[in-house]
């Protein structure tokens, strides 16, 4: 690996807890935007019956930007290394000493490793790429865009339900 010089910039999305983190290289600029899925939901039943998963989508803002997704869980407080079993719906990532089973997901071609799963892409401005990672073999119906977008406007729904607060902070 070659290291590379980067700034970063972190803020949540307006009225959300979504994650967006701007990194700027020599070569371009990405924005990566994390998330907990909590798909469409009314403000009071924030998360409520949703498949725990973590959604990242990179976006090229700038330029054409070289990244690199490396996804090595553990598993029994880190003492034990999946079992890696890809499919057509991604890569399932078992404990091989208990029921715990994730699952990765890419809009891009990856890569099964001895104990995990990797991606390298160029992303240029304009183009999205997304990850997921869900617990359990079934995860939230449709492209990470998608869920990215319902789990926003779920948020922004939730804080202007509580958006109430007058006081000193």
Avoid: N
Wanted: proline fraction near 6%.
């Amino acid at each position: 690996e070659r290291a590379v010089r980067v700034t970063t910039e972190r803020r949540y999305l307006s009225g959300t807890l979504v994650l967006c983190t701007r990194f700027g290289t020599a070569t371009g600029v990405i924005e990566l935007t994390d998330a907990l899925v909590l798909g469409r939901a009314e403000p009071h039943a924030l998360g409520r019956g949703v498949v725990p998963a973590l959604i990242r989508l990179v976006r090229g803002v700038a330029g054409e930007v070289e990244v690199a997704c490396d996804v090595q869980p553990r598993f029994g407080y880190g003492m034990r290394a999946p079992r890696l079993e890809p499919s057509a719906a991604g890569v399932e990532l078992i404990d091989p000493g208990g029921p715990s089973c994730l699952r990765f997901t890419s809009d891009r071609p990856v890569e099964v490793t001895g104990t995990g799963v990797q991606a390298r892409l160029r992303v240029p401005a304009g183009d999205l790429a997304g990850f997921s990672l869900v617990s359990g073999s079934f995860g939230p119906e449709g492209s990470v865009t998608k869920q990215l977008d319902e789990t926003t406007g779920t948020w922004r729904r939730w804080s202007d339900a509580h958006d109430r607060y007058e006081g000193a902070y």
